[in-house]
């Protein structure tokens, strides 16, 4: 991997750190049988760049995270595109989280999950047996969204997964949930993905429909 001093160093932005994923990535680069696959919205941004550079189809997959109460943005677990739920055991052990309130995030976030797909379209009966899938966010904090994304994709035949993310916390480095691991930065010391890049604005769906329908062309 590139090893950069995590406190001087930051992305312009997500489809310029999907250009650098795509250096690392280069032995996978117009290989048969190989396809990329996005998670929305971030994601699919930075998975564009890759796709284009290594000249790779693109698809999407659309894992959804249920945040914590009262922290929307830290993750108790996620949801995968199919409605399982796939649970962070010490977030929730440590917050002691309602049942309840559970059951409403997952049911707000399936309904989201099924929103989504119908605005973006792509391939929802994706067949990917034989195929090796890279799986491209614009980074990871806990890793539980890409664990349920990793689900639907081995569930539709996926023989080889690769992780490539611009950064995740180093810790997160000792976990097996995919064959091969791809990141430029680990850093020890880890907030959130956001202050890794200097432009991190939300991704509007019109912005994921246009990268779809760009990789068509």
Do not use: C
């Not at 284009?52 to 996620?78: D, M, N």
């Amino acid at each position: 991997m590139i090893e950069f001093n995590f406190f001087e160093m930051k992305f312009k932005d997500r489809q310029s750190a999907g250009l650098e994923l795509a250096t690392i990535l280069k032995n996978y680069s117009h290989q048969p049988e190989t396809i990329v696959i996005g998670l929305p919205r971030g994601g699919v941004m930075v998975a564009f760049s890759v796709a284009q550079k290594l000249g790779l189809p693109l698809e999407i997959t659309i894992p959804r995270k249920i945040g914590a109460p009262f922290h929307s943005e830290f993750a108790i677990g996620a949801i995968s595109e199919e409605g399982i739920f796939f649970p962070n055991q010490e977030a929730l052990k440590h917050l002691n989280v309602e049942t309840d309130y559970l059951k409403k995030e997952i049911t707000k976030e399936i309904a989201e999950a099924q929103r989504r797909r119908r605005e973006y379209g792509g391939n929802k009966e994706l067949v990917l047996t034989g195929k090796t899938v890279i799986i491209v966010d614009d980074g990871m904090a806990t890793g539980v969204t890409m664990v349920a994304a990793l689900d639907s994709l081995r569930k539709r035949g996926a023989k080889k997964t690769v992780i490539a993310v611009p950064v995740l916390p180093a810790d997160l480095l000792k976990q097996k949930w995919a064959d091969e691991i791809i990141y430029l930065l680990a850093p020890q010391i880890f907030r959130s993905v956001g202050e890794f890049y200097e432009n991190f604005e939300p991704v509007l769906d019109s912005q994921v429909k246009k990268f779809i329908l760009q990789s068509k062309q």
